[in-house]
């Protein structure tokens, strides 16, 4: 990974600094990058003065140091490093030591850290347990492709039974620009007042559990979890927690064990301990201690869910109605806006792209786009700055490309342009490098098998068969990535058998994945309003891998004969219509994004 507006300060100073920027212009994942230390100290010093003037930092006198020290638990000190990206360097703090930690004995610093960490945890959780019970403080907050799934096929559903013919609907998206670093103390302190209410003096009753659970690949993994109740729906007894835990999650084949229950943990508490959190948040830089004046640090657990609720109140307040008849959704900082209507797009786009210094919200111009043309009589501000893409049909945003025109969801795979897949794979080679490569290709492939791609109610059947090829396609440059780094003695002519067995397990496994997505509706029944019938997988599955390992015939030879036999077999049992539509989306010009994959 690689800073180029830091490398090119520096270009002038050392001859070195052109061919290391030329080396690492692609971001490389977990790929392991080397600097001059002389080079990386003035990029790091860059980083610093940029930081400074971002979250305003203020030097902590010694007086208020021994201060904070005094109090009955230490705040956290935070240490700075930098992650050097495409256009910069993106700041990252860790949360692992304490204002003066060196002065205590290791048992005082240990129990302060474990009173800290115990009360931030409570404080995570409260705020979690009030954000479910009250959905409306977090806004159109999502925190994953769950939450994005749920939000798009609600609208998606709508849009669907309303409509004949779907409207024509105009894309926004806005980024926030150092959305962690420039949210006002003040602000925050207002929306957590209002989330928590100190003066009522709610008490909180919080249930650590663990569950020790069986997986489908016969492995046993362990979970801590924390449940908040107050005096009102709290259950007293275990048996009839467990039950009310089925109702919203999946205990087959799973042990509850209960760890502790506390019910000394009041709203104002609460309160209290996060305004001496934010309020003292210090940032430890080249040995000196800064206190934070503005900003929350990224390292903490809290910090996604503060930025939420902080823009949650934003929109609440600034942005009421704005999605009628569309879909407003924001992962952390990042909006998108789907509506019908352009006034309201354009609307939108103003209220953002103006500022909001209320909330310290300024938005990135360079990284805002739509899907509509914007002049200067709209009054918007720096509008020649966005990307106005009027003709565009598939919109990019978070990872997803969306059809701007029948709405369905494709993954977006123009990050892994330049970018080695072995970089992206953490591999373990031993003794079991083979068995190791199966598990990590199987955990993988069901991350890809998301119901964004795959429900067959908001994407078509051809839309379907597309996500699942290229997730195939993508899992084909996976096997050779860990291939590559298999131990001499594991070598692939070793044992092809094993090797396409693994390819025959990743056809059906993503199959499975795609039956639970659409369980409601009979893949392989003949009629099927969308069949999509398992040797439609299979044969998609091979093909696949068959484009993919045919360029690397030295290595693959004793694979590719019997994978060209079962695809023709396949051929003759497919129906003559489903085979002339994986024909059309397995063209080479729909999966341009993997000519310039590295490996």
Request: net charge positive; aromatic share 12%; glycine share 4%.
């Given at each position: 990974?690689?800073?180029?507006?830091?490398?090119?300060?520096?270009?002038?100073?050392?001859?070195?600094?052109?061919?290391?920027?030329?080396?690492?212009?692609?971001?490389?994942?977990?790929?392991?990058?080397?600097?001059?230390?002389?080079?990386?100290?003035?990029?790091?010093?860059?980083?610093?003065r940029n930081?400074?003037?971002?979250?305003?930092?203020?030097?902590?006198?010694?007086?208020?140091?021994?201060?904070?020290?005094?109090?009955?638990y230490?705040?956290?000190?935070?240490?700075?490093?930098?992650?050097?990206?495409?256009?910069?360097?993106?700041?990252?703090?860790?949360?692992?030591?304490?204002?003066?930690?060196?002065?205590?004995?290791?048992?005082s610093?240990?129990?302060?850290?474990?009173?800290?960490?115990?009360?931030?945890?409570?404080?995570?959780?409260?705020?979690?347990?009030?954000?479910?019970?009250?959905?409306?403080?977090?806004?159109?907050?999502?925190f994953?492709?769950?939450?994005?799934?749920k939000?798009?096929?609600?609208?998606?559903?709508?849009?669907?039974?309303?409509?004949?013919?779907?409207?024509?609907?105009?894309?926004?998206?806005?980024?926030?620009?150092?959305?962690?670093?420039?949210?006002?103390?003040?602000?925050?302190?207002?929306?957590?007042?209002?989330?928590?209410?100190?003066?009522?003096?709610?008490?909180?009753?919080?249930?650590?559990?663990?569950v020790?659970?069986?997986?489908?690949?016969?492995?046993?993994?362990?979970?801590?979890?924390?449940?908040?109740?107050?005096?009102?729906?709290?259950?007293?007894?275990?048996?009839?927690?467990?039950?009310?835990?089925?109702e919203?999650?999946?205990?087959?084949?799973?042990?509850?064990?209960e760890?502790?229950?506390?019910?000394?943990?009041?709203?104002?508490?609460?309160?209290?301990?996060?305004?001496?959190?934010?309020?003292?948040?210090?940032?430890?830089?080249?040995?000196?201690?800064?206190?934070?004046?503005?900003?929350?640090?990224?390292?903490?657990?809290?910090?996604?869910?503060?930025?939420?609720?902080?823009?949650?109140?934003?929109?609440?307040?600034?942005?009421?109605?704005?999605?009628?008849?569309?879909?407003?959704?924001?992962?952390?900082?990042?909006?998108?806006?789907v509506?019908?209507?352009?006034?309201?797009?354009?609307?939108?786009?103003?209220?953002?792209?103006?500022?909001?210094?209320?909330?310290?919200?300024?938005?990135?111009?360079?990284?805002?786009?739509?899907?509509?043309?914007?002049?200067?009589?709209?009054?918007?501000?720096?509008?020649?700055?966005?990307?106005?893409?009027?003709?565009?049909?598939?919109?990019?945003?978070?990872?997803?490309?969306?059809?701007?025109?029948?709405?369905?969801?494709?993954?977006?795979?123009?990050?892994?342009?330049s970018?080695s897949?072995?970089?992206?794979?953490?591999?373990?080679?031993?003794?079991?490098?083979?068995?190791?490569?199966k598990?990590?290709?199987?955990?993988v492939?069901?991350?890809?098998?998301?119901?964004?791609?795959?429900?067959?109610?908001?994407?078509?059947?051809?839309?379907?068969?597309?996500?699942?090829?290229?997730?195939?396609?993508?899992?084909?440059?996976?096997?050779?990535?860990?291939?590559?780094?298999?131990?001499?003695?594991?070598?692939?002519?070793?044992?092809?058998?094993?090797?396409?067995?693994?390819?025959?397990?990743?056809?059906?496994?993503?199959?499975?994945?795609?039956?639970?997505?659409?369980?409601?509706?009979?893949?392989?029944?003949?009629?099927?309003?969308n069949?999509?019938?398992?040797?439609?997988?299979?044969?998609?599955?091979?093909?696949a891998?068959?484009?993919?390992?045919?360029?690397?015939?030295?290595?693959?030879?004793?694979?590719?004969?019997?994978?060209?036999?079962?695809?023709?077999?396949?051929?003759?049992?497919?129906?003559?219509?489903?085979?002339?539509?994986?024909?059309?989306?397995?063209?080479?010009?729909?999966?341009?994004d993997?000519?310039?994959?590295l490996?």
């Amino acid at each position: 990974m690689a800073g180029r507006g830091p490398l090119a300060v520096l270009r002038g100073c050392y001859a070195e600094t052109l061919a290391l920027e030329a080396f690492v212009q692609r971001e490389q994942k977990n790929m392991l990058f080397f600097y001059r230390k002389v080079i990386w100290s003035r990029l790091e010093n860059i980083g610093i003065r940029n930081h400074f003037a971002t979250v305003h930092l203020r030097v902590l006198p010694a007086e208020e140091t021994e201060a904070i020290q005094q109090k009955k638990y230490v705040t956290a000190a935070s240490k700075l490093r930098f992650i050097p990206k495409r256009n910069g360097l993106r700041p990252i703090v860790k949360m692992d030591s304490f204002v003066g930690s060196k002065k205590f004995s290791k048992g005082s610093r240990d129990r302060k850290a474990h009173y800290f960490n115990t009360r931030l945890k409570n404080l995570f959780s409260v705020l979690n347990y009030e954000s479910t019970v009250n959905s409306s403080f977090l806004g159109s907050s999502v925190f994953g492709k769950d939450d994005i799934y749920k939000a798009w096929k609600n609208f998606v559903s709508k849009v669907l039974d309303s409509n004949d013919r779907l409207p024509h609907f105009y894309f926004v998206k806005a980024d926030v620009s150092g959305a962690y670093d420039t949210i006002p103390h003040d602000k925050l302190v207002e929306v957590i007042l209002q989330i928590l209410n100190p003066e009522e003096r709610t008490t909180y009753c919080i249930r650590r559990y663990a569950v020790i659970k069986m997986c489908t690949n016969g492995q046993v993994r362990k979970y801590y979890r924390r449940h908040v109740a107050t005096f009102k729906d709290f259950i007293s007894y275990m048996g009839p927690f467990v039950s009310s835990l089925q109702e919203s999650t999946s205990l087959e084949n799973a042990i509850v064990i209960e760890q502790s229950l506390s019910f000394n943990e009041t709203s104002s508490s609460l309160f209290d301990f996060f305004l001496q959190t934010i309020r003292n948040n210090v940032l430890e830089i080249k040995g000196r201690c800064y206190l934070q004046c503005c900003g929350i640090p990224q390292g903490s657990i809290l910090s996604t869910l503060l930025c939420s609720l902080c823009y949650g109140d934003m929109e609440n307040k600034l942005l009421c109605g704005i999605q009628q008849d569309g879909v407003l959704i924001r992962l952390i900082d990042d909006f998108l806006l789907v509506t019908p209507h352009l006034s309201q797009a354009k609307d939108f786009l103003r209220t953002l792209a103006a500022g909001i210094p209320e909330y310290g919200f300024s938005v990135n111009t360079g990284k805002m786009a739509v899907n509509f043309l914007v002049d200067d009589d709209d009054d918007i501000p720096g509008c020649s700055q966005f990307k106005q893409l009027p003709d565009c049909r598939m919109f990019q945003w978070c990872g997803l490309l969306l059809d701007t025109q029948t709405l369905e969801v494709y993954c977006d795979y123009s990050s892994y342009a330049s970018t080695s897949i072995r970089s992206s794979l953490v591999f373990n080679s031993s003794r079991t490098a083979g068995k190791n490569m199966k598990s990590k290709l199987n955990t993988v492939l069901k991350l890809k098998c998301h119901s964004l791609f795959l429900d067959l109610q908001i994407n078509s059947l051809r839309t379907v068969f597309m996500n699942v090829y290229k997730i195939f396609l993508l899992q084909a440059y996976r096997f050779h990535a860990c291939v590559l780094q298999l131990p001499f003695n594991q070598q692939v002519r070793n044992n092809p058998c094993f090797f396409l067995r693994i390819i025959s397990d990743t056809a059906s496994c993503c199959y499975s994945a795609l039956k639970v997505k659409n369980s409601g509706s009979d893949l392989e029944a003949k009629g099927a309003s969308n069949p999509f019938p398992s040797e439609a997988a299979e044969w998609l599955c091979y093909h696949a891998f068959i484009r993919k390992l045919s360029k690397h015939k030295v290595i693959y030879k004793c694979l590719l004969r019997p994978l060209q036999m079962c695809e023709l077999k396949l051929f003759r049992k497919i129906p003559k219509t489903t085979m002339q539509l994986l024909k059309a989306v397995t063209k080479p010009s729909l999966c341009k994004d993997f000519k310039d994959i590295l490996d």
